[in-house]
T-cell receptor, first 111, second 110 residues
Framework: NAGVTQTPKFRILKIGQSMTLQCAQD?????MYWYRQDPGMGLKLIYY???????DKGEVPNGYNVSRSTTEDFPLRLELAAPSQTSVYFC??????????FGPGTRLTVT | KNEVEQSPQNLTAQEGEFITINCSYS?????LHWLQQHPGGGIVSLFM???GKKKHGRLIATINIQEKHSSLHITASHPRDSAVYIC????????????FGKGTLLTVNP
C-alpha cells in the first residue's frame, strides 16, 4: 500500500491564483481530513469527509473548497490564493479513529 | 472547544536521558493521540490512548482521564528521537476529528 499520498510537495503561487492540492489513499478509509500547519501553531482542521459524497467544514475553512467523489481521493481547492494561505498542508485518513495516517505534506507559498 | 496544552515547548537532552513530555486538555475526551514529526518530514502516529498506559519499545504513554492529563516518556533517549511530538485529543462523536497541541520540539544531543 502507498498509504496517503499528496501532490505537489512544493508550490509557489501568486496572489489571486488558484490551485488544487491532491490527496489520495489506498487503504479504503472512509474518514479523510485536510489540515494546515503554521509555524508555532498546532495543526488546524480545514475540511473533513466521513465518506464519498459527504464533506464538512473544520475550524478554518474560509478560502478553501473540497470534494469527495470517490473513497480514495479528497482534493483541496484554493480559489483565490492569499498570503495568509502560506502554510504546510497535510492530508490524513483513518479507518476507525484508532490510527491516523498522514500524507507527506505540501509546502505552499503565496507571494 | 477543547484546549490542548503541551509542555515544555522545547526540550534539549543528552543522549541516554529519560524524557517526559506533558499534555493537558480542558474538556472530556474519548481518546488521546501522540504523534511524531521529524524536521521537514511527515507525521506518524505513535499511540492512541483512552485509559491507562501503553508501551512501544522505548516509548511509554500514560493518561489520567480524571486529571485530563497525559505524558509521553522516552527512556534511554537517542539523537534519532529528535523530533516534534504532538498531542491530539478526540472528543465524542463518530467523525474522529482531532484537536492538536502546538507540539514539543525535542533535541537529543550525542
Amino acid at each position: 500500500n502507498a498509504g496517503v499520498t499528496q501532490t505537489p510537495k512544493f508550490r509557489i503561487l501568486k496572489i489571486g491564483q488558484s490551485m488544487t492540492l491532491q490527496c489520495a489513499q489506498d487503504m479504503n478509509h472512509n474518514y479523510m481530513y485536510w489540515y494546515r500547519q503554521d509555524p508555532g501553531m498546532g495543526l488546524k482542521l480545514i475540511y473533513y469527509s466521513v465518506g464519498a459524497g459527504i464533506t464538512d467544514k473544520g475550524e478554518v475553512p474560509n478560502g478553501y473548497n473540497v470534494s469527495r467523489s470517490t473513497t480514495e481521493d479528497f482534493p483541496l481547492r484554493l480559489e483565490l490564493a492569499a498570503p495568509s494561505q502560506t502554510s504546510v498542508y497535510f492530508c490524513a485518513s483513518t479507518l476507525d479513529g484508532y490510527e491516523q495516517y498522514f500524507g507527506p505534506g505540501t509546502r505552499l507559498t503565496v507571494t | 472547544k477543547n484546549e490542548v496544552e503541551q509542555s515544555p515547548q522545547n526540550l534539549t537532552a543528552q543522549e541516554g536521558e529519560f524524557i517526559t513530555i506533558n499534555c493537558s486538555y480542558s474538556v472530556g475526551i474519548s481518546a488521546l493521540h501522540w504523534l511524531q514529526q521529524h524536521p521537514g518530514g511527515g507525521i506518524v502516529s505513535l499511540f492512541m490512548l483512552s485509559s491507562g498506559k501503553k508501551k512501544h519499545g522505548r516509548l511509554i504513554a500514560t493518561i489520567n482521564i480524571q486529571e485530563k492529563h497525559s505524558s509521553l516518556h522516552i527512556t534511554a533517549s537517542h539523537p534519532r528521537d529528535s523530533a516534534v511530538y504532538i498531542c491530539a485529543v478526540k472528543g465524542g462523536g463518530s467523525n474522529y476529528k482531532l484537536t492538536f497541541g502546538k507540539g514539543t520540539l525535542l533535541t537529543v544531543n550525542p
